[in-house]
């Protein structure tokens, strides 16, 4: 098995890459083969969370020159799992490539894995994942058929995101228990006060109990906040991903903007209802057979329309329970099978 190094956006704060990790190694070691080195932006606490040697994320040329000393002739190098390719800063498209362009000519191996590609809204990143991804990919993995349209010349594989490879977990519902993971977007004040008033009457009309995660620490501390204080809910604002886990796996629904809520749910058979602030929740939704179950986070997004659709799914929690039974296993192969091709190309 050839040195293996990951970088992904892991010890940034974001649970979702952490489930990500956690999940390619399971599989990894489930397979057998020697732990890969992972690149952290917090390489000891990546180091205690999941028991690899991580090595630093450094920005700028300084970080450049570091990457490249990490490397050695042959090595595999694997870029995600996650959305790395999208550009909600222009510098994100620019740091992940240059990267992959670093270790091809150093003579390594790279493999674009589990990736979720956009959106790509300026005409340098899309030039730039156009020409550059398949210039330097061994091979490639996505998690949607949108992301395969924007890197097909690199012939992608389609594939699930490795989070679902967590292992299973007990089910012990809560009664009245709803999980919500939110996160603001730019100029939607308006929609989120709508959101508030449709949860204050769901919980009144059902008898419910939130408790707002926050999947990415800081960033979503403030809405979790502000929506616990108004609905007399709780805020669990940095759990572990074991923590998370057992949480979904408490609830009788999750209402979850944040994708990996959704993913970490639906692993765990909670039913779970989204909110697409960005292409890849309805994706995911649609993966699954669950495509009626997300709302557009937009102007057409309807508060009457989502209390219908929150109201009838948990009052049939447990058919939707019996549809992920039958919907997840089918997507773990696919997300195994991404996992499954880094180590093919590590041999």
């Not at 299973?168 to 603001?184: C, D, H």
């Not at 779970?272 to 057979?289: C, E, H, N, R």
């Amino acid at each position: 098995m050839r040195r293996t190094l990951i970088m992904a956006f892991v010890g940034a704060g974001n649970l979702g890459d952490e489930a990500i990790l956690a999940g390619t190694l399971k599989r990894w070691r489930d397979r057998g083969y020697p732990d890969p080195i992972v690149f952290s932006w917090q390489p000891a606490e990546t180091a205690q969370t999941h028991s690899v040697l991580a090595l630093p994320v450094i920005g700028g040329l300084r970080g450049l020159l570091h990457f490249a000393r990490a490397l050695q002739r042959g090595d595999l190098l694997v870029l995600g799992g996650g959305s790395l390719l999208q550009d909600g800063e222009r510098r994100i498209v620019p740091f992940w490539l240059s990267r992959a362009l670093i270790a091809r000519l150093l003579g390594c191996r790279v493999v674009y894995h589990a990736q979720g590609v956009g959106p790509l809204r300026t005409r340098l990143g899309r030039i730039l994942v156009r020409l550059v991804v398949p210039l330097t990919a061994h091979a490639i993995t996505v998690r949607d058929e949108g992301s395969m349209k924007l890197v097909s010349a690199a012939r992608p594989v389609l594939v699930a995101d490795p989070a679902l490879l967590l292992p299973a977990l007990e089910r012990r519902s809560v009664p009245g228990r709803v999980v919500v993971a939110l996160r603001s977007v730019q100029g939607a004040g308006r929609r989120e006060a709508a959101l508030l008033q449709v949860l204050r009457l769901l919980k009144e009309k059902l008898g419910l109990e939130y408790v707002f995660v926050v999947m990415h620490y800081p960033d979503d501390v403030a809405m979790a906040t502000d929506f616990a204080a108004a609905t007399e809910g709780t805020v669990l604002a940095r759990p572990s991903l074991g923590e998370l886990r057992e949480l979904l796996a408490g609830a009788e629904l999750v209402l979850a903007m944040r994708l990996h809520a959704a993913i970490l749910a639906a692993g765990v058979l909670t039913p779970v209802i989204g909110l697409a602030y960005d292409p890849k929740v309805p994706a995911f939704f649609t993966s699954i057979g669950l495509k009626a179950l997300v709302f557009p986070w937009g102007e057409h997004f309807s508060p009457a329309e989502f209390d219908q659709v929150v109201t009838n799914v948990y009052a049939d929690r447990a058919k939707h329970r019996e549809h992920l039974k039958t919907a997840v296993p089918l997507a773990v192969e696919r997300a195994a099978r991404a996992v499954d091709l880094l180590l093919e190309w590590g041999r």
